[in-house]
């Protein structure tokens, strides 16, 4: 009887604490203030003469030639010689790390400029090509995966990769090859591309889960590593597109 008395109170109680609730309190009045900022103060001459120094040295590093392209880089979908360039460079990198890695792909979204005229490519062209600190991941994929995968980039009309081929039909990606070879939906392939979307990000959730490793390279110096190899061997840079992401007719 005790603990039935204890409950009927206990829920008398429950009633009279919602019952009587403080109302919400809501914004009834906002008052704005503004500030003007005087920006005629001049320069601070004491600080531009510190940061000068630093400016001479990063200008001329960022001037550096790194390789002369004989034809524009640009960006575009479903294929692009900027693209093309970022995914060669990526998987070379990658391919250092571990030598199994078959695939590189790259998200359309980090190429941060349209166009690149044919000539000098200096260090500071490829900072703006690739502002971000993103470094390199490899990640395994079944074969499986690898449909999924590619059935996201063909959704999103094509992203740049190296070392695999497939049309688009139907938003969907067709004949996909990788090393010229069709994908075997359970065998494991190993892929190079950027940390952040191997962690999930730009809705590659699917990849969360994968088996991977995160490796130290920034994907801007592997582009920079890549682009001084081929100038050391005496060639100018030369891309081309290759039908690595095409439409099906």
Same mark, same amino acid.
């Given at each position: ?17 919602? +019952? ?21 103060? +001049? ?39 900027? +693209? ?24 359309? +979204? ?140």
């Amino acid at each position: 009887m005790q603990r039935k008395l204890l409950t009927f109170f206990g829920f008398i109680e429950l009633i009279l604490l919602f +019952g009587c609730a403080q109302p919400k309190l809501a914004i009834t009045k906002h008052t704005e203030q503004f500030y003007t900022v005087n920006g005629n103060q +001049g320069k601070d001459s004491l600080m531009q003469a510190f940061l000068s120094s630093y400016k001479k040295g990063v200008d001329t590093i960022m001037q550096e030639i790194l390789v002369y392209s004989d034809v524009p880089l640009t960006k575009a979908q479903p294929e692009c010689t900027m +693209g093309n360039l970022i995914a060669d460079a990526q998987l070379v990198s990658a391919k250092k790390v571990d030598s199994s890695v078959t695939v590189s792909v790259v998200n359309y +979204g980090g190429v941060r400029i349209n166009f690149l005229a044919a000539g000098a490519i200096t260090r500071g062209l490829v900072y703006e090509i690739m502002p971000f600190e993103n470094k390199i991941a490899i990640v395994s994929l079944s074969g499986l995966q690898i449909q999924t995968m590619c059935d996201q980039i063909a959704l999103r009309k094509g992203w740049p990769i190296a070392g695999m081929s497939f049309q688009i039909k139907d938003k969907k990606a067709v004949h996909i090859l990788i090393n010229g070879q069709p994908i075997n939906d359970s065998y494991m392939y190993k892929i190079a591309i950027n940390d952040y979307v191997a962690r999930g990000g730009d809705n590659f959730e699917f990849m969360q889960k994968s088996s991977k490793r995160f490796t130290d390279m920034l994907i801007r110096d592997a582009i920079i590593e890549y682009l001084v190899d081929i100038n050391q061997q005496h060639k100018v840079y030369h891309p081309e597109l290759e039908n690595r992401i095409s439409y099906a007719e």
